[in-house]
């Protein structure tokens, strides 16, 4: 074993730093992705041509004439809600693959998603049956939206920063607990992501004492990017100029806290779940540092990272020894970068990714 020392501990540090700059794991969860289009330029045009001077009317013209009067009668008639949603996702060019059975039970349950556009809830609740959803309150077109959705069953949108408006809503379901006929849809994630990573599914969701469908959401990345900015207008506009949306969605079979199961081990297990069926990077980031990237949160992850660091110095051992039960979560190892898993830090026996993962652990033992 390489003696330690303060000077080559720094480097050590140091490269951490740069490592975490070339290869920003969090920035990249919420990051559009590019999508490969046609290289010649005839074909570029022609393709511009369609999607801006043909499908871009028609697709106005179905919101304009068709969705209206059904939106309206969705509001008296709260049956005609579903062909609202189903509209919508026409006029969007919406093409859903459904795999396994979406299921309605006798009693109160939820249903769980990976979160990556507003598309999720239409994707989810135009099948069979609408969810009552619980979300994030937004201003302009997309609060527009969520107020017709929650006239017509009866939705909860708050701001998740007010504790007054959280404490509204935690009341709120909680009354529809005690209704047997309750169908909600929550995404624990509380951020869109780009539908490559996951993050972390928050347990209060999972606290409910009702049965739990997970459900995974899958976006095929050759024809569009789903990522949702929040500007509701281009992405509007930019969802009506595309040659259509595919998406795979899986149910799964309902599910319970299990005997001697908490809640976090609880949601961290649906979690795994719907990453592996959606494909997506089973990672250990708060999507609420997004919205609140503060003081507070920077002077965290230093601590977690003196804490780690203090770890190792003070007393001296391998990596087999620092394993814990946030290991029965996510894997030690779950890059596809190979050559960052081979690379190693000075700490001996620590890749980049096995570094990182343990402070991340640290951040989250503060946390929570």
Request: hydrophobic share 40%.
């Amino acid at each position: 074993m390489v003696k330690r020392n303060l000077l080559k501990d720094s480097i050590g540090i140091s490269s951490m730093g740069i490592q975490a700059m070339l290869d920003d794991e969090y920035r990249r969860t919420y990051r559009p992705y590019k999508i490969k289009t046609a290289s010649n330029i005839v074909l570029k045009c022609l393709s511009v041509i369609v999607r801006f001077l043909i499908l871009f009317p028609f697709r106005l013209l179905i919101f304009l004439f068709i969705l209206g009067p059904i939106m309206l009668i969705s509001l008296i008639y709260k049956p005609f809600f579903i062909y609202a949603l189903k509209v919508i996702n026409f006029g969007l060019g919406l093409f859903i693959v459904h795999v396994g059975e979406k299921k309605r039970l006798d009693q109160s349950h939820v249903y769980v998603a990976n979160h990556t556009s507003f598309l999720d809830y239409l994707i989810i609740s135009s099948h069979k049956f609408p969810q009552t959803a619980i979300g994030q309150s937004y201003n302009g077109i997309y609060g527009a939206f969520s107020n017709f959705i929650s006239k017509s069953n009866n939705s909860v949108f708050f701001e998740r920063t007010d504790k007054k408006d959280k404490d509204l809503a935690v009341g709120l379901i909680k009354q529809y607990m005690t209704d047997d006929k309750s169908s909600l849809l929550i995404f624990p994630e509380g951020k869109c992501n780009n539908n490559k990573y996951s993050t972390l599914f928050f347990k209060g969701s999972f606290g409910f004492n009702i049965p739990v469908i997970p459900v995974a959401i899958k976006f095929k990345k050759n024809l569009v990017s789903p990522v949702w900015s929040k500007n509701m207008f281009p992405e509007l506009l930019y969802l009506l100029t595309r040659w259509r949306i595919d998406v795979i969605v899986t149910w799964f079979d309902p599910t319970k806290l299990e005997e001697n199961e908490t809640t976090t081990e609880f949601s961290h297990r649906i979690k795994t779940l719907i990453s592996n069926e959606a494909e997506l990077k089973n990672t250990l980031w708060n999507g609420f540092i997004h919205f609140d990237e503060s003081e507070k949160q920077r002077t965290e992850l230093k601590d977690s990272f003196i804490h780690f660091y203090s770890k190792i110095r003070n007393s001296n051992f391998e990596f087999d020894q620092c394993k814990d039960y946030l290991d029965f979560y996510y894997p030690v190892v779950n890059l596809k970068n190979q050559n960052l898993k081979k690379s190693k830090i000075y700490f001996d026996r620590f890749s980049y990714e096995d570094a990182f993962l343990e402070v991340n652990k640290e951040l989250l033992r503060k946390k929570f």
